[in-house]
């Protein structure tokens, strides 16, 4: 019962950022406006339709999935520091991004989702490459963060050699979802059919949590089950980086959030954490919008001030 009406708030709370979110920005809007943009093809059509309604879902998609990825790689690695961004996979989905944008810069942006996934690939491989059988929970996390720092740097290099080609990859390193529209949720769709697949298996997560031997002893085959995860964790991650770019620690913070609220069991883990992934992007997108208009700041920036205090209290937790 607790559970069931944790779940109906953070809905309710979604639906009430969605409709603040319609209503206002850097024009403000009123019920009546928005319902006539919505349905009668009025002099706000625009606005709403091309404008605030593909951010609004965008952002809950890619907050969910964000949020879904740290889920993942908290449960597979059993590390309550690990993230999709702060063990590096984002940085190398970015990398891979900005490599392709200034190699290939008249390529059509659907290759983006592929290219980052390569990326974050990559990143993946080399962090695990690094830990070797160390994989301890300081130890991942602190390699990551020196992963990430160094993927950062590699990034910086290219928009320092390559000054006429870094327009569009400057724009979108600052993760923000300005200027998205319906294609961008396009590019996320063929990727949305794993999360049903990761909410079937999510059993199999619990089981991990138990230790490899007591899992092994009940069926569990963990090496298939860990690539199986990670593997979604990691294309959730790149999808999102390719269409919004990096936005820090939504994969950290809500898995703990969820953690706190509805317990470890993930069937019911991972959706709660995907909701408030995706409620956390989506306000952070709307107080990008409503703080000084008509300017914007990116949701990257919130994000990132939500996330990096909750890092440290978790290093400082776990000593």
Not at 85 to 108: F, K, Q
């Amino acid at each position: 019962m607790r559970k069931s009406m944790i779940t109906g708030v953070i809905l309710l709370a979604i639906i009430m950022i969605s409709v603040a979110s319609l209503l206002y920005g850097a024009v403000h809007l009123s019920g009546h406006q928005v319902w006539q943009g919505l349905f009668s093809g009025s002099e706000h059509y625009f606005t709403i339709h091309e404008y605030r309604l593909p951010r609004l879902f965008l952002a809950v998609i890619v907050g969910a999935l964000l949020a879904g990825a740290g889920t993942l790689v908290q449960g597979v690695i059993r590390n309550p520091l690990a993230s999709p961004d702060i063990l590096g996979i984002s940085h190398g989905a970015g990398l891979a991004a900005v490599l392709w944008m200034i190699v290939r810069p008249g390529t059509s942006v659907y290759w983006l989702p592929f290219v980052a996934l390569a990326g974050g690939l990559s990143a993946a491989m080399i962090l695990l490459l690094l830990c070797r059988h160390f994989i301890q929970p300081v130890r991942l996390a602190l390699t990551g963060v020196a992963l990430s720092a160094l993927l950062g740097c590699a990034i910086d290099f290219l928009l320092l050699t390559q000054p006429m080609e870094i327009n569009n990859a400057l724009l979108w390193l600052t993760g923000s979802l300005w200027g998205r529209s319906w294609n961008h949720i396009l590019m996320l769709a063929p990727w949305l059919a794993t999360i049903p697949f990761a909410l079937w298996r999510c059993h199999s997560l619990n089981l991990l949590t138990l230790g490899d031997d007591k899992a092994n002893t009940l069926g569990v085959s963990i090496t298939k089950t860990r690539l199986w995860f990670l593997g979604i964790a990691i294309i959730w991650t790149s999808a999102s980086v390719a269409v919004v770019g990096p936005l820090s620690f939504l994969g950290l913070v809500s898995p703990h959030l969820a953690r706190q609220m509805v317990g470890g069991r993930h069937q019911i883990l991972l959706p709660v954490s995907m909701l408030i992934g995706a409620l956390l992007l989506l306000s952070a997108d709307f107080l990008s919008r409503v703080a000084h208009p008509p300017l914007e700041l990116p949701a990257g920036i919130l994000t990132a001030v939500i996330g990096a205090p909750y890092f440290l209290y978790l290093l400082t937790r776990l000593k």
